[in-house]
């Protein structure tokens, strides 16, 4: 398999050559089993940044350089991308800053982790074994520390330390199906936007943990408050879009339809019979679980829906069941404690009571036993 260390420059004069230099002679004769190259991304540096690689290029076949405008990080690196696979023929690419502040020596722990089958890794300072500079000033620090940890909370995805980082390794294929939405994503919201569409897509992360060095060399390119507002209100306009347009959105749209179902049917109970409460809930329960299970099979987990007459009748015996156990132990349980107590006067409150604490129970269900993610193969 080929690999493709891309490194996007500019102004990197007094660190390219030192860099090319270590990768050559030191990093890439301990990777085993794959062909390894080394592309550089400059824009158009003025420096001389990419004088310097043309040069390198008469001594090392396996380098290359990549040209294009000023255009921001993830321009850079998708233009790149798009030419170690096509130019290069590469399986697999990683993202790496030329100023020495991502730990080449690890290059070879990032493979193994592709080895072992994980599609996307990522170079982590945040957990066991990783660390920034400790000559950082403070605002630094707060700027990476808290907004690392602002933007894990947000998004809740256990395992990932690292959104911000630079430091990665991408298989061919997830660059490839991420690419179309790459182009929406400037400066280094490009990390956390592209690391956001693969979780989102259900490939296999990784990280390795890595100890950061700040440059001796050069400029730092530490991103200006607009970068890091728009990386703020990516990440919280990604998260509401998730939260009222993703699944959990849909299955508060098809819950409603059931519940309209459900509180008609039931009241008709209310009004016409004597029957308890909770068997006219359990009754009119059965054709709104009816409709719950048809309209979130084809719409809100589309996905992962039944695709044959045999997975339908499966999964749609399993939802009968699992949401009768929620309707009967806890919507029809609650609606039957409460007309014991304090009789039949209230009894809309006491089915819209029960119907809220029936809610959690059903989209956990729905999410993790109905209509489970499969990962990527």
Known sequence: MKVVIIIPTYNEKGNVEPMIEMLEKDIFPLVKNYEISLLIADDGSPDGTGQIVKDYMKKYRNLEISEGKKEGLGAAYT???????????????FEMDCDFFHDPTKIPEFLQKIDEGYDFVIGTRYSKGGSIPRDWGLHRKILSVWGNFFIRILFG?????????????????????????????TGYTFQVGFLWNVVRDNYKIAEVPFNAKDRTKGKSKIPGI?????TLYFVIKVRIQEILLGSFGKFLIVGGTGFV?????????????SLPLALGSWIAAQPAIFSNFNLNNIWTFKEDRSKTFSSYIKKILIFFMTSNIGVLFIQSGIIFILEYLFGRKYANFYFIFATAVLLVWNFTMYRFVIWRKKPHK
């Not at 233009?79 to 023929?89: D, H, L, P």
């Not at 430091?167 to 929406?184: I, M, N, S, T, W």
């Not at 459900?262 to 009004?271: A, E, G, R």
């Open 79 to 93: 233009r790149a991308m798009t030419y170690a696979i096509e130019k290069m023929g590469a399986d697999i690419m």
């Open 157 to 185: 995805r256990k395992g990932i330390y690292d959104w911000t980082g630079g430091y990665r390794a991408v298989k061919k294929e997830v660059f490839l199906k991420e690419k179309d939405k790459l182009g929406q994503f």
């Open 226 to 230: 607009q970068t890091i507002i728009r």
């Open 261 to 273: 179902i459900q509180l008609v049917i039931y009241n008709f109970f209310i009004k016409y019979t």
